[in-house]
């Protein structure tokens, strides 16, 4: 017995296949025979993509062989030449220009479907939201074991393609399926679309001249149930709408031609298939916010990247061809092609093409940002130094860029700005004056600060707070303790929410509950290290950047 | 497929604001619109062309010259004949590689007759036209030295593979993006005149009138489009109209106190911020038909020219479009 599961991602393929301008689908599953078989209601000529696929390949180019062989321009034909199904693997390993594209040219033409076999494992590692968007469909077989699936019977898809054109709809139906999207949560005007666009092929499968209540239901909890961002619990009305003005419309859900349908069957259809832990995804997705899909980290160099050697290869897109390296393969065959060919000119074979390579690696800065108020302070500012000094001293190998961020007194002053010369360092850090009050979120401001810059340069920076956390300047300077710890708890959501990596050090004797709280709101670690030197601090912060 | 049209794109309207206006002075300097998924960004930039008055350019020119001795050299062209040619609106696809967007070697050329012929790139396609880049925020670093360069100078300068090419290259820069995936860097932000930030509609009326011209424009297009298309032409003539305005627009001393009063309170860094507003607010009073510059029209075009232009306050989480609005109402009380 096929499970329900199972049995709406079949049927999501086949209205994919009946209209094409659905977009397409998301399949959440590892490889293995439950796709399989789901595969097999796919369009057997669908065309496979993967994520490293090439802008030539995608959309066409020159081909390079056949212009070499003729003599005359030969252009290739893309990918996306030709309509029909599109099949995306290692889905979650798109990159935003790939996902751009193909976004673009759901967006232009509505002759392909796509179908994104997302193989993600861990929940942060998913199909880039752009194009997840513009799909409507999403299905996650994760939890379906071969026994769950059932046979493919294909109903007559033809047939339905063809009788899609005629099937009619009542106007009142796009209000419904608005107010269902309000009520579920969803921005986005594209999803209400799909609803429709679904409930109508929906018609044309079953065979109904015009849209039936079923078909909207069954179009409600296939489009609308995964993209919802809280439970509709609330009637619309209670809804909070922070930017709306109070609509109009809500005297239209009083009108006497109210369709023949309650919104309540249809919001139960969606409601049914929302996962329970729908909050803790959302969190998790809000959490990730700014930071990088599953593509894996950007390899961007603050350089241009150091010039290797050229290498034989194909022209492709995003590829510089090495002329130099090139004429001086072809050099040597020159006189045996020319005999060969009885053609005068320069003779150059697709195997003499070298390309440019170019080594880009991501340099890594380390901003301390070092309480210099109080007591503790001398000691603290000391270590601090010889950490630096440490952790520059393996810069050459690491790459580690370093900057030094003090806090005392009203204000935070940056000591050291991000360098590698250790020289520098050493001179700026000769003398460091420190006492008075401990400015905890000016001090994380201006580590922010320079944590934007760094990254704008193309450096991953990473903060490591120094203090024994008792936050007492705000950051308009006044001495307040209860302000100074909103504020600090306040830059800390700014950080994360920026996605900036963070280490929060504790150096006080006793561990601090407001600073493990601070470390909680920047999803940092939190190392509690009384009366750390230099050599254990910077041992730590090396163990939890993990290299 | 005919882009969905302009002017069936339902409320978002500071957005088509900000288009018009920079259609009626393309000096003011393109727009960024920053928004959410599904907000109709890219719909929007995509309908402009249709909005835009024709050019007369040369036939076959690369950079749409309008002046025979503007047409560059290496185009090798001999025809000197006009034609009235749409206003070009070019795509910059993110991950497009340096050669395509300056031009390069023409490789087929190379490759097949052994010539050194330059192949133009976006840039020169561009030129006295509109440059439209989806995703701004995700653009790869060097392509935006590339474009700050370029939008800077006005020019197109390749030196590169033996070949020395220099064409003009002015193009007002539309940008779009989604915030949360990225920041702009603040001295491409500068480059951009205006900027609007969308957001879905949030009352139903709204959404299902969407729901309603989009399934119209996709399932009665000729009529949709009959509908439509008069709007676009309609609002096309305005624009021309404005155009011819602005030059009439009388500019009292008082305006340009204002602006600047406006500028110095919201410490924008640089004067481009002054410069900006005062010309998105003359084209404004020109959309409006409007004689002269007055502080309606300043108060409407301060938010979409400053407030991309303001230092970021961490802690301000009201976003820099509130700020803008609460200091115009202090300073033109």
């Not at chain 1, 796009?174 to 799909?194: H, Y």
């Not at chain 1, 909207?216 to 709306?244: K, N, S």
Request: proline share 6%; with cysteine; hydrophobic share 45%.
């Amino acid at each position: 017995m096929p499970s329900a599961n199972w049995t709406r991602a079949t049927l999501a393929l086949q209205l994919l296949a009946i209209d094409p301008a659905l977009g397409g689908m998301r399949v959440r599953a590892r490889s293995g025979p439950v796709r399989d078989q789901l595969m097999q209601w796919v369009d057997p000529n669908a065309r496979k993509l993967h994520p490293a696929i090439s802008d030539d390949a995608l959309f066409g180019g020159l081909d390079l062989s056949a212009t070499l062989a003729t003599g005359h321009v030969v252009q290739e034909q893309g990918l996306l030449a030709t309509p029909g199904a599109l099949i995306l693997t290692m889905a979650e390993r798109v990159s935003t220009a790939l996902a751009a594209r193909l976004a673009l040219t759901l967006d232009r033409s509505k002759i392909h479907s796509l179908i994104a076999l997302d193989e993600g494992t861990a929940p942060d590692e998913m199909l880039n939201p752009k194009l997840a968007e513009r799909l409507a469909f999403d299905a996650d077989l994760s939890d379906i074991g071969i026994h769950d699936t059932g046979p493919s019977e294909c109903p007559d898809l033809a047939a339905a393609q063809h009788r899609l054109p005629t099937v009619t709809h009542d106007p009142d139906i796009l209000l419904q399926i608005a107010t269902i999207a309000a009520q579920c949560g969803i921005d986005s005007v594209r999803a209400p679309l799909f609803t429709l666009r679904a409930a109508l092929a929906h018609a044309a499968l079953s065979g109904h001249v015009s849209v039936t209540s079923a078909d909207l239901e069954i179009a409600c909890a296939l489009t609308l149930a995964h993209r919802a961002t809280q439970f509709p619990d609330t009637p619309a009305e209670e809804v909070p709408e922070p930017d709306a003005p109070p609509a109009d419309t809500r005297s239209d859900r009083d009108d006497p031609n109210t369709p023949d349908l309650p919104d309540d069957l249809l919001l139960d259809a969606v409601k049914a298939l929302l996962p329970d832990n729908l909050l803790e995804r959302l969190a998790a997705q809000k959490a990730r916010k700014g930071r990088g899909n599953g593509t894996g980290a950007a390899r961007k160099g603050n350089r241009r990247g150091r010039p290797l050697s050229s290498r034989a290869g194909k022209i492709c897109d995003g590829a510089r061809i090495d002329i130099i390296s090139t004429l001086r393969a072809a050099a040597p065959l020159q006189t045996i092609r020319k005999h060969a060919s009885g053609r005068d000119g320069l003779h150059i074979r697709p195997a003499d093409i070298r390309l440019k390579r170019f080594e880009e690696r991501s340099d890594r800065l380390l901003i301390f940002a070092v309480d210099a108020s109080g007591s503790a302070a001398l000691s603290r500012l000391a270590e601090a130094k010889g950490a630096v000094e440490l952790l520059l001293a393996q810069a050459y190998a690491r790459r580690d860029h370093v900057a030094l961020v003090a806090f005392r007194g009203t204000k935070a002053e940056l000591l050291l700005p991000p360098t590698r010369s250790l020289v520098q360092t050493k001179r700026r850090l000769a003398a460091l004056p420190g006492g008075g009050g401990t400015p905890l979120a000016a001090g994380m401001v201006t580590a922010f600060d320079q944590a934007t810059q760094a990254r704008r340069r193309g450096l991953t920076p990473t903060i490591a707070i120094l203090t024994d956390g008792r936050a007492n300047i705000a950051l308009d300077g006044t001495a307040n303790r209860k302000l100074a710890a909103t504020d600090a708890q306040h830059i800390a959501r700014v950080l994360r929410s920026q996605g900036i990596d963070a280490l929060v050090i504790d150096t006080g004797n006793r561990p601090e509950p407001a600073l493990r709280a601070l470390a909680a709101t920047l999803n940092a670690p939190y190392l509690p290290l009384p009366r750390a030197d230099a050599q254990r601090l910077s041992q730590s912060v090396a163990a939890v950047l993990g290299d | 497929m005919t882009p969905f049209p302009f002017s069936a794109i339902v409320g978002q309207d500071e957005m088509k604001q900000a288009m018009i206006l920079t259609a009626i002075d393309a000096s003011i300097g393109g727009v960024l619109v920053f928004g959410d998924r599904g907000t109709g960004k890219s719909t929007a930039v995509r309908a402009l062309a249709a909005l835009l008055p024709p050019i007369n350019a040369i036939k076959g020119c690369p950079v749409n010259s309008e002046r025979a001795e503007n047409v560059p050299d290496w185009a090798m062209l001999d025809t000197k004949a006009l034609h009235e040619t749409p206003t070009p609106v070019v795509d910059l696809p993110l991950g497009a590689t340096e050669d395509r967007v300056t031009g390069a070697l023409d490789i087929e050329k190379a490759l097949t007759k052994g010539e050194k012929a330059f192949q133009p790139g976006l840039l020169a396609r561009a030129n006295r036209g509109y440059l439209y880049i989806d995703e701004v925020n995700l653009l790869e670093d060097h392509i935006v030295d590339l474009l700050l360069d370029v939008a800077q100078s006005g020019e197109n300068v390749v030196e590169r593979e033996g070949l020395s090419i220099r064409h003009p290259a002015r193009f007002v820069l539309v940008g779009s993006g989604n915030p949360e995936e990225g920041e702009l860097r603040p001295q491409l932000l500068d480059r951009f005149g205006l900027s609007v930030e969308v957001a879905s509609p949030k009352d139903i009326a709204t959404r299902v009138e969407v729901m309603k011209r989009r399934d119209a424009f996709e399932n009665d297009n000729a009529a949709f489009m009959l509908r439509w298309q008069a709007e676009d032409a309609a609002i096309r003539d305005r624009i021309l109209t404005a155009r011819k305005a602005l030059t009439r627009l009388t500019t009292p001393e008082k305006a340009l106190h204002d602006v600047a009063a406006l500028c110095l309170a919201l410490g924008s860094d640089g004067l481009r911020g002054e410069l900006t507003l005062l010309k998105a607010a003359r084209a404004f009073a020109a959309w409006r038909d409007d004689t002269a510059l007055t502080r309606a029209h300043i108060r409407a075009a301060a938010p979409m020219a400053l407030r991309h232009r303001l230092r970021r306050d961490p802690l301000d989480e009201a976003g820099s479009g509130t700020r803008v609005i609460r200091v115009v109402e202090e300073v033109l009380a």
